[in-house]
């Protein structure tokens, strides 16, 4: 029972590092500097984070290290929202467009054009 409890645990949680450098790429006018930020305390924090959750079942008990990550985890969910954008994304390359001025043409499908006389 502990290791599907685990397992969900660790489902739901693989899905915030990629949603926080999607969020950083979509910030402001230097996204490769949010990215560059979002890199770097993710890969401090696996390296602390073994390290903090020893410390704590060292000082105290296994079981409240790992009350320590559920009160984080929580902590994650209800901070989730502050990933998501105020402002509606543009739309992505190669997604359909409406019936408009230039739209199904070859230059807006990616597709080559041939020489023309």
Known sequence: MAMAGFALLGVGVAVVVPLAFAAAGRSGPAPS???AGVATITYASGLIAPSAMGSIADATSLTVSFGVVTALTLGLVLGAGVLRSAQ???ARRGAPQSAGAG???AADTGAAVADRP
């Open 88 to 90: 509606p994304e543009p």
């Open 33 to 35: 500097q949010a990215i």
């Open 103 to 105: 739209a199904g043409t």
